[in-house]
């Protein structure tokens, strides 16, 4: 299985290649990719440099040009994935059928993949796809069972990739708006959840509280770990108990069922964190190459060898989410 590693930086991305990732994705510094925050990501000219460097160790690049143009403003897409094309990347990564299109008919030798921003989690919605505009690999959403992947990609005429550890996400990707309403930015049109330009933490009494666009999302007591504020990671209070509405912050852990994916035809292991800093990245992407060498070699990951990433969870938590759906 090829391991797909994130980069938000020049640095992040040369701790990804030396870390052993057989491919790397990153994002224009703009609007067009879903992690649209201020020190991160590409300009044209260090992405010709990464890729560069990359090909010459025969390592893959995917553009990430993941968000839904606004309505008028199209060109700043397109000019995206013409630059992608132009400095040579191994593929674009969109969601919008429109921008699809586009990259098809304008670019017929780019290679698509399909993000997880498009939510396709069904065998139709994945052929559709293939069909109309040539996509050759689909991130699936994190709604999908192990079982249900496997049956997926026997009948369907593509790759699919799978996030293996990082960040969960709420179960409706691509149709996040949740942060719109407090702070007028979405991760799907703007490339950001809950920019840093509206976060606040206040001392109130003994709490520390986190507040995102003047609304307070999360309350902290002393010695407990204060995490980003986001609305689907925000603790509030519902008839009369404070809990996790949406979602916890905990992070999504693949390591111990490797093996499982593999023998569901599972072709790219995805490593979420572009926002997250090299040294992040040197660490789960080193871990997850020697997981992935151990099946390999020898068919199996041993329990032993299950490495623990508690100290780079969210929350210092794991889950192997929907991939067991124990809730059912």
Known sequence: MELVAPAGTPAAFRAALA??????????????????FPGLNFSADELKEAIGLAHRERRKVYVAVNTFPRAGDEAIWQRAVAAAAELGADAVILADIGLLDYAAQRHPGLRLHLSVQAAASHADAIRFYAEAFGVRRVVLPRVLTVEEIAALNASVPVETEVFAFGGMCTMAEGRCFLSSYVTGRSPNIWGVCSPASHVRYETRGDALVSLLGGSVINRFQQGEAAGYPTLCKGRFVVDGRASYLFEEPVSLNAA??????????????KIEGRQRGRAYVASVVAAYRGLIDALEREGSVPRESAILFDRLAEGHSETTGAYGKRWR
Do not use: C, K, P, Q
């Open 19 to 36: 870390a052993g990732a057989d491919a790397i994705y990153l994002g224009f510094r703009d609007e067009t990719n879903a992690r649209n």
């Open 256 to 269: 111990g069922i490797l093996a499982e994916l593999r023998a569901a035809g599972v072709a790219a292991l």
